[in-house]
């Protein structure tokens, strides 16, 4: 089974049928690289290292070998990055698009931060301007530009904790619905721009918690997708 793994999705993004997408090669929280400083950002109470020396020239590296590995595996230059931990700053953009990468998500915490609260939770977790969140974004960076996409957190969660409590047929339904209402949340204020729900969770950790490793689910879920006159 293993063996079919890396074969099957070479196959399935030769015919289009998904993206596959790249990291940087060991796993580096990519700021923390460029400058310890912005650490900060983050955690203004937070404890430096005496030596604040950046390694730029590492974070480069990373990005580089993360491609080189993903054309070597899959046969094609990957257009999207996850950046280790959704870590992402400002001065890494640049570095990010000199390796080809046209695209990156990270968290929608960072959206939240960047835009002061604007696009952010409320206590019952409902989203202000939520037509912000659905929707690709542009940064640049020394002339460089990518796109950026902001996972939505709560959706990635019902997946990552709670639809392993559920039956199948009812996580997926739950989803689905989910994925209406965000669309009726967003219709009269997207203008003709579809909205884009982006579901992003740690793919090896919660699959042995559910039954039969989640693959009923899955199947349910994707069969319903395809099937939904406004949902693809």
């Excluded at 929608?108 to 037509?131: H, K, T």
Aim: with cysteine.
């Amino acid at each position: 089974i293993l063996r079919q793994v890396i074969p099957l999705h070479r196959e399935l993004a030769e015919q289009g049928q998904v993206e596959l997408t790249t990291t940087p090669f060991y796993h580096p929280i990519l700021p923390l690289l460029v400058d310890k400083r912005l650490a900060r950002q983050a955690m203004p109470e937070v404890m430096l290292p005496a030596n604040l020396e950046s390694y730029m020239d590492d974070a480069r590296r990373h990005l580089e070998q993360g491609v080189a590995m993903h054309k070597k595996v899959f046969g094609m230059q990957p257009k999207g990055m996850w950046p280790s931990e959704g870590s992402v700053c400002q001065e890494i953009i640049s570095a990010i698009a000199d390796v080809g990468i046209k695209w990156i998500a990270t968290d929608e915490e960072i959206l939240a931060c960047s835009s002061d609260g604007w696009v952010s939770r409320d206590g019952q977790g409902y989203l202000r301007n939520p037509e912000m969140l659905y929707r690709p974004w542009r940064v640049s960076d020394k002339g460089k530009q990518l796109q950026i996409i902001f996972r939505d957190h709560a959706m990635s969660d019902q997946i990552g904790f709670h639809y392993q409590r559920f039956d199948a047929d009812h996580a997926a339904d739950d989803f689905i619905g989910k994925l209406q209402a965000i669309g009726n949340a967003t219709g009269n204020n997207a203008g003709h721009r579809p909205s884009l729900v982006n579901i992003t969770l740690d793919g090896e950790n919660c699959w042995e918690y559910y039954p039969g490793g989640g693959v009923d689910f899955l199947r349910k879920l994707y069969h319903r997708i395809a099937k939904h006159p406004q949902i693809s």
